[in-house]
């Protein structure tokens, strides 16, 4: 078992295992904590909202080979004049984490829940029903970053762009149409 606390142990043992969810989201403006239960939860120095069963998480694969796995967050029951604000917040490239965790007897955490997922964030995806609304977000492995390709080109005005100041790149379109003579 990964390096789960002794007291998570002893909870996973114990006739009734109470698991929960965390989910910290980076928005436009600000971090939100979500968990999978109802009313606040404390941990970690923040407040976690409880979604209840307004929150899902997709199945949280785990393989052995080396290759990107994503999962989808959806948060539904969004009421629809809320809907723009909602979409307003959601930026991609921001992190999100879900951290697997397990309560007590009087419904306290238990110490240290365990990273189940850390990803970024993609576009949104939006489910309209007749008085609220369902916000999917995929949450992409690092690793998927490394099939995308890379813009830029090795040319002064994509350097300047990045970097105005830098004129190491000024000769380069000047340079392709030169003639050198290697010989001597």
Known sequence: MRNLTLGAQTAL??????????????????????????????WNGQTWVGVGNLGTISPIAEVIATQAQGITLSLSGIPQNLLNEALGQVTTAKQAQVYLGFLD????????????????????????STESATISISVENRLSDLNRARGGRYTEQDQRARHPNDGGLKYVAWLQDQFINWRG
């Open 13 to 42: 043992e114990s006739s009734a295992v109470r698991p929960v969810f965390l989910v910290s989201c980076g928005f436009y403006d600000q971090t939100i904590y979500m968990w999978t239960g109802i009313g606040n939860l404390s």
């Open 105 to 128: 007897n009087s419904g306290n955490i238990i110490a240290d829940p365990i990273p189940a997922f850390v990803g970024l964030m993609d576009q949104p995806s939006i489910d309209l």
